[in-house]
């Protein structure tokens, strides 16, 4: 499986301002994605980041809040933007390998951010 | 109906127990299956993939009925190292993936 790192790790910010949290993959991968994980709940997919092109985002979630940015198929960006409390959560960068024809998802370690 | 249902738990089962987890999912189309394991502020890390035969994995076998929508993980001879949140996982199109919340596992000595 892919090798993928994020920074930050973890942030500590105040209401208002905006995060930008970056994922690197050691491969090139087609398939990136970001997901959200709040506080004793399961992981929510925010949107799809498509390289060249503007993110897919899931219902609930818009680029306004969130843009998204791909330049290539090694990276990509996730800004969490005039955060708020509610935006306190772990946000994880996934990329999907195709294994034996089932496309399996792996994670990277996720950025815990805490919104004050 | 939730999408992806679980038992939250948590287990509390002793070392060397046997130990089976249940999921259902509510989308027919669904096309894969997994199971993830998430130690406590980790990432989901892929435990296996679940296969319409049934897979094994060492300890862990994975079962999988489309009829009835159900997915199980049996987990034999439990060990410490075990202990995690394990989370069902149904992908009903090419990315989308849809996760339950999770059932804990604890496992004492």
Do not use: H
């Given at each position: 499986s892919a090798v993928i790192s994020q920074k930050p790790s973890r942030d500590i910010c105040q209401r208002g301002t905006s995060l930008t949290i970056q994922c690197q993959v050691d491969s090139q991968v087609t398939m990136m994605f970001w997901y959200r994980q709040q506080p004793g709940q399961s992981l929510t997919l925010i949107a799809t980041a498509n390289q060249g092109s503007e993110a897919t985002y899931e219902s609930g979630f818009v680029i306004d809040k969130f843009p998204i940015s791909r330049p290539n198929l090694t990276f990509s960006t996730l800004t969490v933007s005039n955060m708020s409390p509610e935006d306190s959560s772990i946000y994880l960068c996934s990329v999907t390998s195709r294994d034996r024809g089932i496309h399996e998802q792996y994670f990277g370690p996720g950025t815990r951010l805490t919104v004050t | 109906r939730k999408e992806v249902e679980q038992d939250p738990g948590p287990f509390n089962v002793p070392e060397g127990a046997t130990v089976a987890f249940n999921c259902t999912y509510s989308n027919s189309a669904s096309q894969s299956f997994f199971w993830y394991r998430q130690d406590c502020r980790k990432e989901p890390k892929l435990l296996m993939s679940v296969y319409s035969s049934g897979n094994?994995?060492?300890?862990?076998?994975?079962?999988?009925?489309?009829a009835s929508q159900y997915i199980s993980l049996l987990i034999r001879d439990s060990k410490l190292s075990d202990s995690a949140t394990y989370l069902c996982v149904v992908n009903s199109g090419y990315s989308t993936l849809t996760f339950g919340k999770g059932t804990m596992l604890l496992v004492s000595p």
């Open positions: - | 094994e994995d060492g300890r862990f076998t994975a079962q999988l009925n489309r």
